[in-house]
């Protein structure tokens, strides 16, 4: 069995000597990378490096690695070996990975089935080390390329860092005492299992209903848009957790808290001071639960009603109605539908062209620190 830590060595000397980013599409880069990489003794016995080197030799613009990903959708050894190009995973170059797959509840998986692979990492090179890369899209590969069979994978170990660093000081600060009774203070792995589940949900639902992804990804690809998609999928997958009997109850109410907390709190005061798209959603989401009585300010603090499930399948209910329209209007039309429902609870500035936060989460981000 090869010694990871020298292996990931070798990857991180390599990975170190490589040329700006623009190397990627260069042809006479990619042909001296796959020579030093096959020159190495530690490297080019890796069934995963073997797979990478094979498409090395291959490779145009616009093809696919299509030994890599086999390799990968296989899961016949868990290493994941490639050369990565994602804008909004800046560290990610040349890259390995080793990981373990987390249990998952037969139901959920066969019910809501997806190519979802929670799983926590064994060991990393640098870029998979970095704080933002908590996922890996099929897309992130240098070929740029997803495939319906692609496995999508999501760090969980990362999740409950994030957790335990940032959301639970916001639900411990923020919150209305006893919000989120299952997992305020939660251990460990309580926090991983409902991570698991809100992944395995949040992937399902973005191919289902009358706009799915990746099919419209090119008309969802505005920050507002992208936003308002992330919602429609987690909203999804809070009713399923609160809805759908077949589910065990405590671990199913367990995953709604943690998706609700996540969506509301973390990414509303991750944003700032820019909104990304997801801070876009968080801002959306908080208007119009407070907007419908789904929430309520209360002392600086976030009280949940009981009207809130019957809020949030209402603010599901109007996306789709929207977007049911595709069927009947062009793509155009529906985006700007879309468009418009978004900024009716959210603060947009034309003249700047960019969304303003909402001033409570920005004063809880200087409060808190976070």
């Not at 890369?133 to 240098?142: M, R």
């Not at 429902?341 to 034309?350: I, R």
Request: aromatic share 10%; glycine share 4%; charged share 30%.
């Amino acid at each position: 069995m090869a010694d990871m830590t020298e292996v990931f060595a070798e990857v991180e000397k390599i990975r170190a000597s490589l040329p700006e980013r623009k190397f990627l599409r260069d042809e006479t880069e990619l042909k001296e990378l796959s020579r030093r990489i096959g020159s190495s003794r530690v490297l080019r016995r890796l069934p995963a490096v073997q797979a990478f080197l094979d498409d090395l030799d291959v490779f145009r613009p616009g093809s696919r690695l299509e030994a890599t990903k086999a390799h990968i959708n296989s899961r016949r050894d868990h290493h994941v070996f490639s050369l990565f190009d994602a804008s909004y995973f800046p560290r990610l170059s040349l890259d390995y990975l080793t990981y373990d797959t987390l249990p998952t509840d037969p139901y959920l998986a066969e019910r809501y089935d997806s190519n979802t692979m929670p799983v926590n990492i064994t060991g990393k090179t640098s870029g998979f080390g970095s704080r933002v890369v908590v996922a890996l899209f099929p897309e992130n590969h240098l070929d740029g390329i997803q495939q319906p069979d692609d496995l999508i994978f999501y760090f969980i170990d990362k999740f409950v860092v994030r957790h335990n660093r940032i959301t639970r000081l916001l639900i411990d600060q923020v919150m209305a005492p006893g919000s989120f009774p299952l997992i305020q203070g939660a251990p460990d792995r309580k926090i991983e299992q409902a991570s698991s589940w809100w992944v395995r949900l949040h992937e399902y639902h973005h191919r289902q209903g009358d706009m799915p992804i990746p099919e419209f990804l090119p008309a969802k690809k505005t920050k507002a848009l992208a936003g308002l998609e992330e919602l429609r999928v987690d909203v999804s997958g809070m009713l399923v957790c609160l809805h759908d009997k077949e589910l065990p109850r405590e671990e199913a109410l367990a995953a709604y808290e943690f998706i609700l907390a996540e969506r509301l709190l973390r990414y509303a005061v991750e944003g700032i001071p820019r909104p990304n798209y997801d801070a876009v959603a968080s801002q959306l989401l908080f208007n119009y639960l407070e907007g419908h009585g789904g929430i309520r300010l209360d002392a600086g603090r976030i009280r949940l009603t009981p009207d809130l499930p019957d809020v949030l399948r209402d603010f599901l209910s109007a996306i789709e109605t929207i977007e049911s329209r595709i069927h009947r209007e062009p793509v155009e039309a529906v985006k700007a539908r879309l468009l418009e429902f978004t900024h009716k609870y959210t603060d947009y500035d034309a003249e700047a062209r960019d969304y303003r936060h909402i001033p409570y989460f920005a004063e809880v981000k200087s409060r808190l620190g976070v």
